[in-house]
């Protein structure tokens, strides 16, 4: 965000914590975590923006809050799902792909394909897992300040695993994932589905190059995975400029903050994308995909860039479809 | 529109509580034309006046519904008539899309899209009419008070 606006961890801290002041810096962050990679004293400091936020009114939610009113209403109703029976040990979370194409069907992105897909290359490598039916995983309305709600989602999802009785969680969006490794405590294995495909036996020979999520990357430290599941199945990896831990932001977390100072950086991450010569750029957040494709979507686009944005498992179902 | 909602009667006087987005041009005319004709229809609805029915966001409907709406009503301008050209053609994408989502949830019955013109005053009252004992049969809101 320092890139592109005047917004300083330091002050935000001080403003909250000393002076006590009101401050629209705790709503501007992406909390995108590049600040703490920073750090020399090693603070919290998404942690700190994740109380500081809580119980107060967002800034600015992007797409009119709708998919933070989907959530509260889903939060209110008695859920009716069963979990499937079965003695699988896996269960597979799509996480909210169905309602981001609903809601986002200008960005012209398949987002239920990731689920399909994911689903083709569990059953390709041997796991059979079941698919849960449960509400949001809350990520977003936490990282809204909405704790409530978030308490609300987390007791019903929480509930419905340990009746689903698995003993591994995949789930194929880099959200839920820290979603369910950091604020739940399910004391089960969670695990990604990047972390599963590097046994597949592809032999895809294409360049592409790799987006790391915040939330996979810096949050959880998932950096290698990814990387290996396309490298083992024989994708050759161009790496853009920043990557890593220093991966730059796709511009928007948890539905926030869709504005000039974002889409700045939406396209600075997009330009390096295009500097790598790689026709493809793989992400494993659904959130990623869908901003990089609403970018090369939008009618007045100041340039148009030419390579697929695609999920991980939407690439390599396709690449298996194919028959490489 | 939070607090009008809760304040529905509960238990055996409950009668539904119906939130109708009308759009300028035909349907509020339409519904104007109901009341000067004197059509007779349930005092369930209350009406909100839009531009265009494709002002109407996904995100007002399930605010509306989490706040304790027993339905919604879209009305607009039949396909062709709309007076923006093609408004109500991008609402029914949304509502269509809306109303999948909301049947995960087990809610898309309380949601409807009409197109309703504004000569149509007759229809207006009959779809009241008939949205009103459609949600009668759905019974309330199911969603839960939360303090």
Not at chain 1, 212 to 231: E, F, I, N, Q, W
Not at chain 2, 8 to 33: R, T, V
Request: charged letters at 25%.
């Amino acid at each position: 965000m320092r890139r592109v606006s005047k917004t300083s961890p330091r002050s935000s801290i001080y403003n909250a914590n000393v002076y006590g002041l009101d401050t629209k810096d705790i709503w501007t962050c992406l909390t995108c975590g590049l600040c703490p990679m920073e750090c020399p004293q090693q603070v919290d400091f998404l942690s700190f923006i994740k109380e500081e936020r809580e119980g107060k009114q967002p800034l600015e939610v992007a797409h009119l809050g709708v998919f933070t009113e989907l959530a509260d209403l889903s939060s209110k109703l008695d859920g009716t799902a069963k979990p499937e029976s079965g003695d699988s040990k896996y269960g597979y979370f799509p996480g909210c792909v169905d309602s981001l194409g609903l809601f986002l069907h200008d960005v012209k992105t398949d987002f239920g394909e990731i689920t399909t897909s994911s689903l083709k290359l569990l059953d390709k490598i041997g796991i059979k897992p079941k698919v849960l039916q449960m509400k949001c995983c809350g990520h977003d309305v936490l990282w809204q300040g909405k704790k409530d709600v978030f308490d609300r989602l987390k007791n019903y999802n929480k509930k419905y695993i340990k009746e689903s009785g698995i003993e591994t969680l995949v789930t194929s969006c880099a959200e839920c994932y820290r979603t369910f490794s950091k604020d739940y405590d399910l004391g089960i294995k969670v695990v990604h589905t990047s972390e599963l495909l590097d046994k597949l036996g592809l032999k895809i020979n294409a360049d592409v190059t790799y987006h790391d999520p915040c939330r996979l990357g810096r949050h959880m430290g998932v950096y290698d995975a990814p990387r290996k599941a396309l490298t083992s199945n024989g994708a050759n990896i161009k790496e853009m400029e920043h990557s890593k831990e220093n991966a730059l932001c796709c511009g928007v977390s948890s539905f926030m903050n869709c504005n000039e100072q974002t889409k700045a950086l939406r396209i600075a991450r997009m330009n390096e994308a295009e500097a790598t010569g790689a026709k493809t750029l793989i992400t494993t957040c659904s959130k990623c995909l869908a901003h990089f494709n609403c970018l090369k979507t939008e009618k007045d686009a100041v340039k148009k860039y030419d390579f697929d944005v695609v999920d991980l498992s939407v690439f390599l179902a396709r690449q298996l479809e194919a028959g490489k | 529109m939070s607090g009008e909602a809760s304040t529905a009667p509960k238990g055996n006087g409950w009668e539904p509580n119906i939130l109708a987005f009308c759009c300028n041009w035909c349907s509020y005319a339409g519904a104007d034309l109901a009341g000067v004709s004197r059509f007779q229809y349930p005092p369930t609805v209350k009406i909100l006046r839009v531009m265009c029915s494709s002002r109407v966001e996904p995100a007002f409907i399930l605010k509306a519904l989490k706040d304790g709406a027993d339905g919604v009503l879209v009305a607009g301008c039949h396909i062709g008539d709309c007076h923006y050209i093609d408004g109500n053609k991008n609402a029914e994408v949304r509502i269509n899309n809306t109303k999948k989502a909301l049947a995960k949830l087990g809610l898309d019955k309380r949601l409807r899209l009409e197109w309703i013109s504004a000569s149509e005053g007759l229809r207006f009252s009959e779809v009241i009419r008939d949205f009103t004992e459609e949600i009668k049969k759905l019974g309330q809101n199911p969603v839960k008070e939360v303090k």
